[in-house]
């Protein structure tokens, strides 16, 4: 798959040629579409994406990634190119193919991307505003097929879960009632609240525990896991970080950029960035990171 962006092309095979154009992989793509403004999906926004299928007409009418539009071709085999006005607003323009065999050496292609996201399949043309209000966003998925940062709506939504083959989650919330019913083996709870004060770094060594025996190289047979909290980005994330870092031995900068690549919306509070500044000393052995950076 491509993302164009502000790329102008007449062809496919000047595509890769121009300025601009980059490739992106199928998870990047489903957490492209998973991004929401406030509570609204972002797909709801006519500016946000253009996502056009360039396989076949046939292929396109039997189903395609919800949204997308059919990329024509005019009489000697071209690419029409949609015109200038209908391009320079829009903040993203994404065409995939098939396979993805002609542009670069990437993964992806709609293959790919339906057999990961069957859910995410259509065979609708034409989208109503309201229709697309109305799309309820997946959560944002951190490592492929088996690390998801969700929010509560999503941590308790069961076609969401099964869609997704969620088996184990981690859930942090302040409602002590929350959950006791799950089964405690695949269900981590932490109580607590998003702010400075709030001890999160005394959770981070068990939790990593919990992820690496479901997630983890040696984790047989592997088992998906959500970590969600009421709106999921400071909380989830920083435990998603704080994992990483441990998994990875990564420092707080390098695991930072994990995050955000998967995440748009991550922004822990200052005092989870100051905690997982002192879980980098743990986990690296020594201070890498700058967070008086102001990207923290």
Request: glycine share 4%.
């Amino acid at each position: 798959m491509a993302d164009l962006r502000r790329a102008r092309s007449k062809s496919r095979t000047q595509l890769c040629a121009l300025e601009g154009v980059e490739m992106m992989d199928s998870n990047a793509l489903y957490n492209l579409l998973q991004q929401t403004s406030v509570h609204c999906p972002r797909l709801s926004d006519p500016n946000f994406l253009l996502l056009y299928d360039a396989r076949q007409k046939e292929q396109y009418e039997q189903s395609h990634i919800l949204t997308a539009r059919l990329l024509k071709k005019k009489e000697d085999g071209e690419f029409a190119v949609p015109y200038e006005a209908e391009l320079e607003c829009k903040e993203n323009i994404v065409v995939y193919d098939g396979k993805t065999k002609d542009l670069r050496d990437t993964e992806g292609g709609y293959e790919e991307f339906s057999r990961l996201y069957t859910f995410l399949r259509s065979e609708k043309v034409i989208f109503m505003p309201r229709e697309l209000d109305e799309l309820k966003p997946y959560p944002y998925e951190i490592i492929q097929s088996l690390l998801y940062v969700g929010n509560w709506e999503q941590g308790t939504t069961p076609y969401i879960l099964k869609d997704l083959h969620i088996e184990a989650f981690v859930c942090i919330t302040e409602d002590k009632t929350f959950g006791r019913k799950k089964p405690e083996t695949n269900f981590y709870r932490i109580y607590m609240p998003d702010s400075n004060d709030a001890q999160i770094a005394k959770h981070f060594p068990r939790i990593c525990d919990f992820l690496d025996t479901r997630i983890g190289k040696k984790a047989e047979p592997k088992q998906p896991v959500l970590v969600f909290d009421k709106v999921g980005f400071s909380l989830s994330g920083t435990i998603v970080m704080a994992y990483l870092m441990n998994a990875r031995k990564a420092d707080v900068d390098s695991a930072w950029k994990m995050v955000k690549k998967h995440l748009p919306t991550f922004r822990p509070n200052r005092g989870f960035v100051e905690q997982l500044s002192v879980w980098e000393i743990t986990v690296c052995g020594a201070t890498a990171t700058d967070i008086g950076d102001p990207r923290f």
